[in-house]
């Protein structure tokens, strides 16, 4: 029997100093990520998301499967009918869905039923997880997959300079209509990306990490 078709590991990029000062240096980056709500309308060009959309793109997936789709919209009319849909299922979720434990952790982050960033942000990516293939095939570890390479683009989405919110307005079907996505595509996160607005404001509670040896395990 044949053995896989190897070939040989490409060079990695050269971060030009030891793993230890290379792996520092690039967490004082991701550190300094927000999720902001309140975005400018400053554009960004396809190029520039074309490229956010590669990296997340080369995330890895079970068997290779790539079970994915980014759907990019910068049309105004169809960022109006999102934030018509959003809203619609935020006022749901914060009047009747949500308990009350849900509301009082929420109220640190000030966050409404009022969605206008989905309008003002120049562009926004609906991540779809697909549950089959676009051959039809089968496809492993959806969430996993999916949620590594949207972490993977929210990390390039940053180191571009742009800002990002990861939104998840529940439940997410009317995206599929809005998009004209077939059932097989399921919505998993929507992204709205840009600079933020002149004085944009983050909430404070949103900047605090629980301390490392709370998170982190050495055995
Ligand atoms: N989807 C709602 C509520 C919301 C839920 C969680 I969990 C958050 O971390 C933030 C918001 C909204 O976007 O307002």
Avoid at 185 to 203: D, F, Q, T
Wanted: aromatic letters at 6%.
């Amino acid at each position: 029997m044949q053995g896989p078709d190897l070939v040989p590991l490409p060079a990695r990029h050269d971060p030009g100093c030891e793993p230890a000062a290379a792996a520092r240096s690039f967490c004082e980056v991701m550190q300094k990520r927000r999720s902001i709500r309140d975005f400018s309308d400053r554009p960004v060009s396809k190029e520039t998301i074309e490229w956010i959309v590669r990296t997340a793109h080369a995330a890895p997936s079970g068997a290779n499967k790539q079970p994915w789709r980014f759907v990019c919209v910068q049309d105004p009319a169809i960022k109006r009918q999102i934030r018509i849909g959003a809203e619609k299922e935020e006022r749901e979720f914060y009047e009747r869905r949500a308990n009350d434990t849900w509301l009082a952790d929420l109220a640190p982050l000030g966050t409404d039923s009022n969605k206008p960033f989905l309008e003002t942000a120049p562009w926004l990516i609906v991540v779809f997880q697909l549950t089959k293939g676009d051959d039809g095939g089968q496809v492993y570890y959806l969430k996993e997959s999916v949620g590594i390479a949207c972490g993977m683009l929210l990390a390039a989405a940053h180191l571009a300079g742009l800002a990002t919110l990861t939104h998840t307005p529940s439940p997410m079907a009317f995206l599929n209509d809005i998009l004209g996505r077939p059932k097989h595509e399921r919505p998993y996160l929507l992204i709205p990306i840009g600079h933020p607005a002149p004085g944009c404001m983050v909430p404070r509670a949103a900047m605090q990490r629980r301390p490392l040896d709370q998170v982190m395990v050495v055995v």
